[in-house]
């Protein structure tokens, strides 16, 4: 979110307004990468007393407004101590977030005033009503493919469901998550093993690739038929559909619409690309559990 040059009707601590003189608001930000989430740890920081004193007193919150173009997430985040932590899970970001950090105004305060002012100002009050504006801080950024493992994003557009029929494995990709179904008994040791750090490959190995790959078959399948209403329809209606599209492009020169013209590779070799190799990350994992058990 980018934040335009605007004109306040209250003067607002900004780097682009000298609405105050010699006084500062800034943000730092640090993300932990979880095993189904991110942790953004928060670090506010201003040279107003004025506004620390409104924060402290539950006048005024501090806020992180988050954005992803990519899955369309937006969220504003508020906090009244001068560190948090707020978690979002990982499925939810995709590419570029982008972070933009004010204070708000948490009540009316009818007298604004701070001896930070410009002196244009001289001993002028404002009224304040919630909600509104008082400082900008940063725009911070980062790339949620760059700092979480490969492995997990290409799985977060797919959901893992308990089947209400016998078939050991099935797939559908009607909703905006491509839907694997799995017995009972194969959803139950699924959602067990899951837990387990080091078998994340082999799982995906199992589970996630060949579901991957069989997608990509219909969808090469619609390439060489032309199907332009279909991938209309999939392009506005599946978030799945928008990351492959991206994805594809992006790290492989691969034209979603034209696999077959893109690449001479199957759909089961781009699976495997696209979800981190995780068939020798699998293998590796098993060679050395049982090499420890000989």
Not at 60 to 83: D, M, P
Not at 134 to 143: C, H, I, P, R, Y
Request: with cysteine; aromatic share 10%.
């Amino acid at each position: 979110m980018k934040i335009k040059e605007r004109h306040y009707p209250h003067p607002v601590l900004w780097k682009n307004s000298d609405d105050y003189q010699e006084c500062y608001f800034k943000t730092d930000v640090s993300i932990d990468v979880e095993q189904d989430h991110y942790v953004l740890n928060a670090d506010f920081t201003t040279s107003s007393g004025n506004l620390r004193e409104l924060v402290i007193s539950l006048k005024a919150n501090y806020a992180i407004h988050l954005e992803c173009s990519n899955t369309r997430y937006r969220e504003i985040f508020r906090f009244n101590k001068t560190r948090e932590s707020f978690t979002i899970p990982s499925n939810m970001l995709d590419g570029k977030v982008e972070m933009t950090t004010f204070i708000l105004a948490n009540d009316y305060i009818s007298d604004y005033k701070d001896k930070h002012f410009h002196q244009d100002f001289g001993d002028l009050s404002f009224e304040i009503w919630k909600g509104d504006v008082l400082a900008v801080g940063d725009e911070l950024s980062f790339d949620a493919d760059l700092i979480h493992d490969p492995l997990r994003r290409i799985p977060s557009i797919f959901s893992i469901q308990k089947s209400t029929n016998k078939e050991p494995l099935d797939i559908s990709s009607m909703s905006n998550k491509i839907v694997i179904n799995l017995s009972e008994q194969n959803f139950n040791m699924y959602n067990s093993l899951r837990q387990a750090e080091n078998l994340q490959p082999v799982l995906a190995s199992l589970v996630i690739v060949p579901a991957l790959a069989s997608v990509l078959e219909d969808i090469k399948l619609k390439g060489e038929m032309n199907d332009e209403e279909e991938f209309d329809q999939m392009e506005e209606e599946s978030r799945w559909f928008r990351v492959l599209k991206r994805k594809l492009k992006d790290n492989f020169n691969i034209d979603i619409k034209n696999i077959s013209g893109s690449t001479s590779d199957s759909s089961l070799v781009i699976a495997q690309k696209l979800v981190g190799d995780p068939v020798s990350s699998a293998l590796q994992s098993l060679y050395e559990f049982e090499a420890e058990n000989d």
